[in-house]
Antibody, heavy 121, light 108 residues
């Protein structure tokens, strides 16, 4: 059974940092593009970042570019999101997601349960 | 960036009725790379439809998708109480992948 389990969320002060993790199991993690998606309270879904299967290619949404870093450890089957210089606008539930197929262009059939990041003083 | 506009914002129907949800793109969605997701309160999104009209694994056949180019539709043929949720469309063929703001489906 495919499972994605996020962790690392919590309360952080503006300007602070946080690292999210997404532990994957039940599939060949090293074969898939992986994504981070966020959802502010009461709002819609917004793609944040993606990384290819071996970690050599990454991409970011404009609001997080230069502040967030996506990475992965295929030996540990874990995806990461390092978030720096956090602002209140980063407050959201963060989901990791995996595509239906290993292709770059694929909808996302597996999602974690999400981890809440709250940026507040 | 492709902007997706969903309508209506909220749909309130009785059980057994047909629900029609619209998603309009600001530019043509390549190769019908358009998906629909269902999100219930407190849960992660669930993939319903991909490629504009293909049902994802395990999705009941009362859910169907159609459309191409810039206009897409999700239809729930006979609304059931468990279909209460917010439905999002997503285009995944152009970077960045983008979502609509969602349509909330309620039961009268």
């Amino acid at each position: 059974e495919v499972q994605l389990v996020e962790s690392g969320g919590g309360l952080v002060q503006p300007g602070g940092s946080l690292r999210l993790s997404c532990a994957a199991s039940g599939f060949t993690f090293s074969s898939y593009w992986m994504h981070w998606v966020r959802q502010a309270p009461g709002k819609g879904l917004v793609w944040v970042s993606r990384i290819n299967s071996d970690g050599s290619s990454t991409s970011y949404a404009d609001p997080v570019k230069g502040r967030f870093t996506i990475s992965r450890d295929n030996a540990k089957n874990t995806l990461y999101l390092q978030m720096n210089s956090l602002t209140a606008e980063d407050t959201a539930v963060y989901y990791c997601a995996r595509g239906v197929t290993v292709a770059f262009i694929s909808p996302w059939s597996y999602w974690g349960q999400g981890t809440l990041v709250t940026v507040s003083s | 960036e492709i902007v997706l506009t969903q309508s209506p914002g909220t749909l309130s129907l009785s059980p057994g009725e047909r629900a029609t949800l619209s998603c309009r793109a600001s530019q043509s969605v390549s190769n019908t790379y358009l998906a629909w997701y269902q999100q219930k309160p407190g849960q992660a999104p669930r993939l319903l439809i991909y490629g504009a009209s293909s049902r994802a694994t395990g999705i009941p056949d009362r859910f169907s998708g159609s459309g191409s180019g810039t206009d897409f539709t999700l239809t729930i043929s006979r609304l059931e109480p468990e279909d209460v949720a917010v439905y999002y469309c997503q285009q995944y063929g152009s970077s960045p992948q983008t979502f609509g703001l969602g349509t909330k489906v309620e039961i009268k």
